[in-house]
């Protein structure tokens, strides 16, 4: 009657993948190992092996002479590992009137990296946008076959105002009427509403006036619209001078000016 194999030890492997190809171990000292991957089949002499994600079976033999031959199997199995990224930067940007990138690309060497805006949804495509502001830009990784997805993550990304612009307003020619009158006349902005005051006025869209003979100072600056900085205060000074008076005589000498 033939014995019992006094020592047979069988490693099974279960670990996340790591890019190397790993097979089961079993060990009888003095014993003939074979091993296959179908049941009752044992034309190996070493364990086969497995590299990428799965759950896999290897069936194994064990005999030596005088003993009962064992058979039995053991499992592979590789998990998914843990993903990678490299996470996309903010391009400093300024308002062009054009769409424009906000990113300067991730990568991932373990899967798709994909973006989006606000409530969006996910492609590769990288985000644009053309209005000043703040954007977040949620990225992610789709893992591949071996890897976990990388949980969904975001950077914040601005297209700052651009530097606005004016045409100066221009001072008038002016003289005493008696009425009011505007003291410009009126400058322009693309870029914003220009607006205009007096000394210690408020500021309008209203092109000032006087009456009186003087010298008045007119203040100007330009309100940017949503892409555009404001334009700093500036201001001209603008005169209406004394009328001139005609007296004509009543001999017949002439007209004079006084």
């Known amino acids: 009657e033939k014995g019992t194999l006094p020592s047979i030890t ?30 009752g089949t044992y ?19 064990v005999s030596r002479e005088g003993y009962n031959t064992i058979t039995g199997s053991a499992k592979i199995i590789i998990t998914k590992a843990d993903g990678t990224v ?12 054009t769409a424009q990138t906000l990113i300067n690309a ?47 993550n975001s950077i914040k990304v601005t297209i700052e105002k651009a530097t606005g612009q004016v045409t100066t307003p221009t001072a008038k020619t002016l003289a005493y009427t008696g009425s009011a009158q505007t003291l410009i006349n009126a400058g322009s902005s693309s870029t914003g509403t220009i607006q205009y005051k007096l000394d210690n006025g408020s500021y309008s869209t209203t ?22 900085k404001d334009v700093a205060e500036n201001s001209i000074n603008v005169t209406i001078n004394k009328a001139v008076n005609l007296i004509k005589l009543s001999s017949n000498v002439g007209t004079y000016t006084y």
């Open 86 to 97: 490299i996470a996309p930067t903010a391009k400093a940007l300024t308002y062009t009137g």
């Open 10 to 39: 069988v490693n099974e492997y279960n670990k996340a993948y790591d890019g190397l190809s790993h097979g089961i171990v079993v060990t009888s000292s003095g014993s003939t190992i074979k091993y296959g991957t179908v049941s």
């Open 106 to 152: 991730g990568s991932s060497s373990t899967g798709s990296i994909r973006y989006k805006l606000n409530d969006g949804s996910y492609s590769e495509n990288l985000p644009q946008a053309t209005n000043a502001g703040t954007y977040t830009v949620y990225y992610k990784v789709v893992g591949d076959n071996n890897h976990k997805d990388v949980a969904e």
């Open 43 to 61: 034309n190996l002499d070493a364990s086969p092996t497995y590299k990428d994600v799965g759950e896999y079976t290897v069936y194994y033999q």
């Open 207 to 228: 092109l000032p006036k006087e009456t009186n003979p003087g010298t008045y100072k007119v203040y100007y600056k330009v309100v940017g619209d949503s892409n555009h």
